[in-house]
């Protein structure tokens, strides 16, 4: 794998640098049970997001050359020539590989966005925020770990950091006069930005499964990601690690449906709080209790 990190500058004193937020256990039959799910819109607000989300798909499609099987499908019987319908539209490693990191260095910026405002909103009220920060910033940190990961086994090229540069700066900036506007519509937009994440990987563990993509059939995992996750010994394949990744982003679409129901200002993060009954199936930092579509307000308040 080629590494696109340059060499560590000589620290001699320090042996390791733990992360500040350790990665809670996965099982693989809890990795195994993530399905691609749908909350369908309600209100306006949903709406928007919907859209925005279906927009964003679109623009990440053509600028990864992105298909779906139909399309392959629908291309070799309008051309059979296999070198038309490979160059265009069937998927293999390094374009698997650069539509991860296209979405990985975008996803990393809603967290951190939501994260910061509240902050800054928790400092001019004078007032608690109730949990979310936390669990915002995390998730950021989360999503630029999915991202070192991949950039571990591929170099992108001029193209593709031009790309990442403005897409960021615009997603960036739109992100932040949103979350000013509507933080609901925000937290609805990033779970449904999450269920694409969560279908994007599942279409391409289907791709290892069907052996479209040898050269992932026995590839380890980067050592980072070992870390990282704790992935255990004889569980470190490429297959391995797409399941650990898929299950942060149905994770991450939880969280944000979840945050899209509550009252933005007042209500508590259900995921970092204790409940009294704790017998009841309730909300967590892990993927045991993990509902595809969020929890409803009355639920968890």
């Given at each position: 794998?080629?590494?696109?990190?340059?060499?560590?500058?000589?620290?001699?004193s320090?042996?390791?640098?733990?992360?500040?937020?350790?990665?809670?256990?996965?099982?693989?039959?809890?990795?195994?049970?993530?399905?691609?799910?749908?909350?369908?819109?309600?209100?306006?607000?949903?709406?928007?997001?919907?859209?925005?989300?279906?927009l964003?798909?679109?623009?990440?499609?053509t600028?990864?050359?992105?298909?779906h099987?139909?399309a392959?499908?629908?291309?070799?019987?309008?051309?059979?020539k296999?070198?038309?319908?490979r160059?265009?539209?069937?998927?293999?490693?390094?374009?698997?590989?650069?539509?991860?990191?296209?979405?990985?260095?975008?996803?990393?910026?809603?967290?951190?966005?939501?994260?910061?405002?509240?902050?800054?909103?928790?400092?001019?009220?004078?007032?608690?925020?109730?949990?979310?920060?936390?669990?915002?910033?995390?998730?950021?940190?989360?999503?630029?770990?999915?991202?070192?990961?991949?950039?571990?086994?591929?170099?992108?090229?001029?193209?593709?950091?031009?790309?990442?540069?403005?897409?960021?700066?615009?997603?960036?900036?739109?992100?932040?006069?949103?979350?000013?506007?509507?933080?609901?519509?925000?937290?609805?937009?990033?779970?449904?930005?999450?269920?694409?994440?969560?279908?994007?990987?599942?279409?391409?563990?289907?791709?290892?499964?069907?052996?479209?993509?040898?050269?992932?059939?026995?590839?380890?995992?980067?050592?980072?990601?070992?870390?990282?996750?704790?992935?255990?010994?004889?569980?470190?394949?490429?297959?391995?690690?797409?399941?650990?990744?898929?299950?942060?982003?149905?994770?991450?679409?939880?969280?944000?449906?979840?945050?899209g129901?509550?009252?933005?200002?007042?209500?508590?993060?259900?995921?970092?709080?204790?409940?009294?009954?704790?017998?009841?199936?309730?909300?967590?930092k892990?993927?045991?209790?993990?509902?595809?579509?969020?929890?409803?307000?009355?639920e968890?308040?």
């Amino acid at each position: 794998m080629k590494d696109f990190f340059a060499p560590q500058t000589s620290a001699p004193s320090i042996k390791v640098t733990e992360p500040a937020w350790h990665h809670p256990l996965y099982t693989e039959e809890q990795m195994k049970s993530i399905k691609v799910a749908h909350r369908e819109a309600k209100m306006w607000s949903d709406w928007v997001a919907l859209a925005m989300v279906r927009l964003l798909r679109f623009g990440m499609d053509t600028a990864t050359f992105y298909r779906h099987d139909k399309a392959v499908v629908k291309a070799v019987q309008d051309d059979p020539k296999p070198a038309n319908r490979r160059s265009w539209f069937e998927m293999n490693e390094r374009k698997w590989l650069v539509r991860f990191v296209f979405l990985e260095s975008v996803a990393g910026v809603p967290g951190m966005v939501g994260g910061m405002l509240r902050h800054l909103h928790s400092l001019r009220r004078m007032k608690r925020d109730n949990g979310w920060i936390e669990t915002l910033l995390e998730e950021a940190y989360n999503e630029r770990m999915h991202l070192l990961t991949f950039l571990k086994m591929a170099e992108p090229g001029f193209f593709m950091r031009a790309m990442i540069v403005g897409a960021q700066g615009v997603f960036f900036n739109g992100m932040f006069l949103s979350y000013l506007i509507s933080p609901r519509t925000c937290h609805r937009f990033v779970g449904y930005l999450e269920e694409e994440a969560v279908l994007t990987y599942t279409r391409a563990i289907a791709d290892i499964d069907a052996g479209r993509l040898p050269k992932w059939k026995s590839l380890e995992a980067p050592d980072i990601a070992v870390r990282y996750w704790n992935m255990p010994e004889g569980k470190r394949t490429m297959k391995d690690l797409l399941l650990y990744i898929r299950a942060d982003e149905a994770k991450h679409r939880e969280v944000n449906h979840t945050l899209g129901n509550l009252e933005q200002k007042q209500d508590p993060n259900p995921f970092v709080s204790t409940y009294k009954d704790g017998e009841k199936p309730h909300p967590s930092k892990g993927i045991e209790n993990i509902r595809p579509i969020g929890w409803e307000r009355k639920e968890v308040i």
